[in-house]
């Protein structure tokens, strides 16, 4: 859990407990360390809320994102060391950040001799939380500064910043990076490819859920088709593994609806998560029981 590790690393480092803080997120201080393990929906949010609380920092994000380097993304931190190019790291980044993080979303965006790179955390994460999803976008925008002048050995400055994007001259993103070897960057490239393949499919499926229809669950057909399957095959492939669509929507309205309901009226719960009405998210709900 290599972000878990950094975000409670950079609370001890500004005054916080880490005994403390792994006790309230429930994770055990030696698992740290270990890039195989990963921290549920929850931890990973309240990882955040809980550092900033604990060290009185409302800029935390930012200041833990200054000393980021590419570790903080596991193996694709490897790929990113080995890229010939700033921009070839940072698309690396966008096309298997997930193996790192299934919280965030990554984008490259070109027009006009300009490059932008788009920071989005899950919609759920900014609905539950949104504190804690800005300081992220904050330690991510800070990170990539970061991680580009230890790729590069030079300070690349964006032409300008918005909420959740760094903007650049696509020049800017073309400088080498120095320990570039394509030799190796194959190696992790067949690393990572494996890694990045979802154990199950019911998790591949939760995932587009959470990510892309912001937990709100469309019909069947609508996410068959977004997997270019049809609503048989899509049926069937679950029933392999022992579960159902239904099964899997109706976990993820109770658990999003839970977390909602506890600060927000159902009323307000049905309008973030994007139903017609009240009455419409109830019926959801109860179906999900």
């Given at each position: 859990m290599p972000?878990i590790?950094d ?16 006790k309230?997120?429930?994770?055990d201080v030696a698992?740290?360390?270990d890039?195989e393990?990963h921290?549920?929906?929850e ?12 060290t009185?920092d ?11 380097n590419?570790s903080?993304?596991?193996?694709v931190?490897?790929l990113m060391?080995?890229?010939k ?22 984008k490259?965006?070109e027009k006009?001799?300009e ?6 955390p899950?919609?759920?994460w900014?609905?539950?939380y949104p504190?804690?999803a800005?300081?992220a ?10 991680v ?6 030079k300070?690349?400055?964006?032409v300008?910043e ?8 696509r ?7 120095l320990?570039?070897d394509?030799?190796?960057l ?7 490819k494996k890694k ?8 591949q499926?939760r995932?587009l859920i959470?990510m892309?229809?912001?937990?709100i669950?469309?019909p069947?057909e ?7 399957m049809t609503p048989?095959?899509?049926q069937r492939r ?8 239904r ?8 658990e999003v609806?839970k977390?909602?309901?506890k ?5 307000e719960?049905?309008?973030l ?11 959801a709900?109860?179906?999900?029981y």
């Open positions: 972000i590790r975000i409670v690393y950079g609370a001890a480092a500004h005054g916080a407990s880490m005994t403390e803080l792994c309230r997120l429930q994770i698992d740290l360390d890039s393990k921290a549920g929906f931890t990973a949010c309240r990882s955040w809320e809980l550092a900033v609380k604990m009185g409302t800029k935390f994000g930012l200041h833990i994102g200054q000393s980021t590419p903080i993304m596991g193996l931190g490897y060391q080995n890229s190019t700033l921009l070839d790291a940072f698309k690396q980044v966008c096309e298997y950040g997930r193996i790192a993080t299934n919280m965030f979303g990554y490259i965006i006009k001799g490059v932008v790179l788009q920071y989005t899950v919609a759920i900014k609905q539950l504190n804690g800005r300081q976008v904050d330690q991510a925008k800070a990170g990539t500064l970061n580009f002048y230890l790729l590069s050995g300070k690349v400055v964006p300008r918005e909420s959740d994007k760094l903007v650049f001259n020049d800017q993103l073309l400088i080498r990076v320990r570039s394509q030799s190796l194959r190696v992790f490239e067949e690393l990572v990045a393949r979802p154990k199950t499919f019911g998790e499926l995932q959470i892309e229809f912001r937990g669950v469309p069947v609508v996410v068959a088709s977004k997997l270019n048989r095959t899509l679950l029933s392999a593994e022992k579960t159902t669509f099964r899997i929507s109706g976990q993820i309205v109770t609806g977390k909602l309901l600060t927000s009226k159902v009323s719960t049905a309008r998560l994007g139903y017609s009405s009240s009455r419409a998210f109830r019926r709900y109860q179906r999900a």
